[in-house]
């Protein structure tokens, strides 16, 4: 399911996770970091890259591509998204960031939907732009959309993620 979202403000940040590209909201993302420091924790969980000090800041890092079932390890990742766990932060290992984008605005999705004159190269054509979502695990995507430049990728699910990081925020800061 392709979907246009109706506010034109709207925006993503796109990212590549065990070389594979998707996006998230940036309402999700507080920023991006260099994991240039990252310290090993020895009896950490399999996940647990280790613990960022960001300005101060202690935060645990997940290896974003273990998290989405990609067992994958990139070595030469050094990008670190900040998502914004509740009142708390986790860090997200991934591969590249690419930018920050727009989501396009639908104007008449109806009208592509029930047009049925598709010559045989349109057909070729969207069959080229789907996008392959099997590697994320269906609780962690939102749904395929459509950006500005007109690339399809799929979107994660800021709520879902959230719930998944809550059980690496430190048990002192969870009140535990």
Same mark, same amino acid.
């Given at each position: 399911?392709?979907?246009?979202?109706?506010?034109?403000?709207?925006?993503? $940040?796109?990212?590549? $996770?065990?070389?594979?590209?998707?996006?998230?909201?940036?309402?999700?993302? #507080?920023?991006?970091?260099?994991?240039?420091?990252?310290?090993? $924790?020895?009896?950490? =969980?399999?996940?647990?890259?280790?613990?960022?000090?960001?300005?101060?800041?202690? $935060?645990?890092?997940? @290896?974003?591509?273990? &998290? /989405?079932?990609?067992?994958?390890?990139?070595?030469?990742?050094? /990008?670190? &998204?900040? *998502?914004?766990?509740?009142?708390?932060?986790?860090?997200?290992?991934?591969?590249?960031?690419? !930018?920050?984008?727009? &989501?396009?605005v639908?104007? +008449?999705?109806?009208?592509?939907? =029930?047009?049925? %004159?598709?010559?045989?190269? +349109?057909?070729?054509?969207? !069959?080229?732009?789907?996008? +392959?979502?099997?590697?994320?695990? #269906? @609780?962690?995507?939102? %749904?395929?959309?459509?950006?500005?430049s007109?690339?399809?990728?799929? /979107?994660? +699910?800021?709520?879902? &993620?959230?719930? *998944?990081?809550?059980?690496?925020?430190?048990?002192?800061? @969870?009140?535990?």
């Amino acid at each position: 399911m392709i979907s246009n979202f109706n506010s034109s403000s709207e925006a993503v $940040i796109i990212f590549q $996770i065990a070389g594979k590209r998707c996006a998230c909201s940036v309402d999700f993302i #507080r920023e991006v970091a260099k994991a240039s420091s990252i310290y090993k $924790i020895p009896s950490n =969980h399999p996940l647990v890259e280790g613990i960022l000090n960001l300005r101060g800041m202690i $935060i645990p890092v997940i @290896r974003f591509s273990s &998290l /989405l079932n990609q067992n994958i390890n990139e070595q030469g990742s050094n /990008l670190v &998204l900040v *998502a914004h766990v509740s009142s708390f932060y986790v860090g997200l290992l991934v591969d590249h960031v690419f !930018k920050v984008e727009k &989501l396009a605005v639908n104007k +008449d999705v109806t009208e592509e939907s =029930h047009n049925e %004159e598709h010559t045989k190269e +349109d057909k070729d054509e969207s !069959k080229q732009e789907e996008v +392959d979502v099997s590697w994320i695990p #269906r @609780r962690f995507l939102k %749904e395929i959309v459509k950006l500005e430049s007109g690339l399809k990728c799929p /979107l994660l +699910d800021s709520k879902s &993620l959230s719930q *998944a990081l809550w059980a690496y925020v430190p048990d002192k800061e @969870r009140g535990e």
